[in-house]
């Protein structure tokens, strides 16, 4: 037998792997920390987005929504419950203004395409399943007075959430009074532009920009939100 203690070793080789050998062996760590960066940033924004207006702007925002926002702006254009939990914040605003005073109301009757007599209240709650209701007739009738009153009945009552209010009715409300936007500008084309101009502004106010408007387009596709005018025959 032969001992080799204490004496030096053989040189052991070693070459140190190029850049394409290090990308090789490094390449799925930095995809997968990557990836849960911009989960982490998408989760991040949409959070903030229910309880902040300047979360919303970036959550909502065309140019990010493209890029590093993708993910939540998948979500908030195909999938419903994304959409009710950023619209929980315009709830909250309008429900301020909709508990801070209650309007007397006495329901109207109607006369129907049949001529069939149905008070104003059971015309109103077909709207969840009709999708589109029109309402005519003569100034002073109690237009306006019913309008109110849906405003006031959809985000006064005991339900306080988006998603509390889409469960009874069926939709989140956009109440447009058309004599405030005679001459709301727009840039798209079509009949439904000025009505998508009045909404955005609406919206607005209540706390909800959108830069993006074929944002708003797929929420009103999708049926999350329905829009209620009043005064078209003014302007």
Known sequence: TQANIGQPSEAIPFV?????????????????????????????????????TAAWRLATDEFW?????LLQSLLLRHWRSAQLWLLDLYVR?????ATSKTLPYLPLPLAGPDGKIADSDAVL???SAARHLWVQGGTGMGKTAMFLHLRQTHFGGAENTAFAIYRRDGYVLVPIE??????????????????????LSVLSEGGLSFEDHGLLRAMLSKGTLAIAIDGLNEV
């Open 125 to 127: 709650a077909r709207f």
């Open 178 to 199: 058309a004599r405030r936007f005679p001459e709301a500008p727009f840039d798209e084309k079509g009949a439904s532009a000025w009505v998508i101009a009045c909404a």
């Open 93 to 97: 605003e309008h429900r301020k203004a």
């Open 65 to 69: 929504g493209k890029s590093a926002l």
């Open 16 to 52: 140190t792997p190029g850049s394409s050998a290090w990308f090789a062996i490094w390449w799925k760590v930095i995809a997968a920390n990557s990836f849960a960066l911009f989960a982490a940033l998408n989760l991040l924004v949409f959070a903030a987005a229910r309880y902040s």
